[in-house]
């Protein structure tokens, strides 16, 4: 299994990122995925997750109506849209796969077994 996350960078309040990751080394369709972030000192926390199909999303309350996470079954890849970013929203980005069988949706750390090397995101004037 191998989850490669692309698409961070420096970014000023307020503007937008759209990070990639894609998936090789099991079949992508059949598990969710999602996506956790790191700041610095302090723990890694989740921000959203999708179903296999993509059919069903949860998101943290801090990225709520801000963040957008979509999947293209066909690319393999799963997708992070960040629009009216915030300071408080730089952080190592992670994304992750749900490994435990098509009809689960995670939300902790515990619930994903395959992990990316992640991307870093830092939102600064």
């Known amino acids: 299994v191998q989850l490669v996350e692309s698409g961070g960078g420096l970014v000023q309040p307020g503007g937008s990122l759209r990070l990639s990751c894609a998936a090789s080394g099991f079949t992508f369709s059949s598990y969710a995925m999602g996506w956790f972030r790191q700041a610095p000192g302090k723990e890694r926390e989740f921000v959203v997750g999708i179903s296999w199909r993509g059919g069903s999303t949860y998101y943290a309350d801090s990225v709520k109506g801000r963040f957008t996470i979509s999947r293209d079954n066909a690319k393999n890849t799963v997708y992070l849209q960040m629009n009216s970013l915030k300071p408080e929203d730089t952080a190592v980005y992670y994304c992750?796969?749900?490994?435990?069988?098509?009809?689960?949706?995670?939300?902790?750390?515990?619930?994903?077994?395959?992990w990316g090397q992640g991307t870093q995101v830092t939102v600064s004037s």
């Open positions: 992750a796969a749900d490994m435990r069988g098509s009809w689960y949706l995670g939300t902790k750390e515990a619930d994903f077994g395959s």
